[in-house]
């Protein structure tokens, strides 16, 4: 089983950034694809930006040319780089992967965080 670990959210004011980690835990044969979601109150929970295979990424876009996925694979870390923020950002940011736990197994399983406040100010 992978457990997903998220850090980074916080309170800042409009233009700051913020950087949010999600570290993993457990066996993981091979990631089919990994993002970040928000949910704003009242809101339904919509995909933020997510890369696909490691090839393509995507970005939701009302955050294009303000967020960047990246992955360090040493650290089993996915990150999301938040800069120019806005109060409109303010949600609950959670992280996921699309992963296979062995090479016998074409499973495709799903793990997400617990979820990281992100609080924009205006």
């Known amino acids: 089983q992978v457990h997903l670990v998220e850090s980074g959210g916080g309170l800042v004011q409009a233009g700051e950034s913020l950087r949010l980690s999600c570290a993993a835990s457990?066996?993981?044969?091979?990631?089919?694809?990994m993002g970040w979601y928000r949910q704003a109150p009242g809101k339904q929970r919509e995909l933020v930006a997510a890369s696909i295979n490691g090839s393509s990424t995507n970005y939701a876009e009302s955050v294009k040319g303000r967020f960047t996925i990246s992955r360090d694979n040493a650290k089993n870390t996915m990150y999301l780089q938040m800069n120019r923020l806005k109060p409109e950002d303010t949600a609950v940011y959670y992280c996921f992967t699309d992963y296979r736990f062995a090479d016998y197994s074409t499973m495709v399983l799903r793990a997400w965080g617990q979820g990281t406040q992100v609080t924009v100010s205006s």
């Open positions: 457990g066996t993981i044969f091979s990631i089919n694809a």
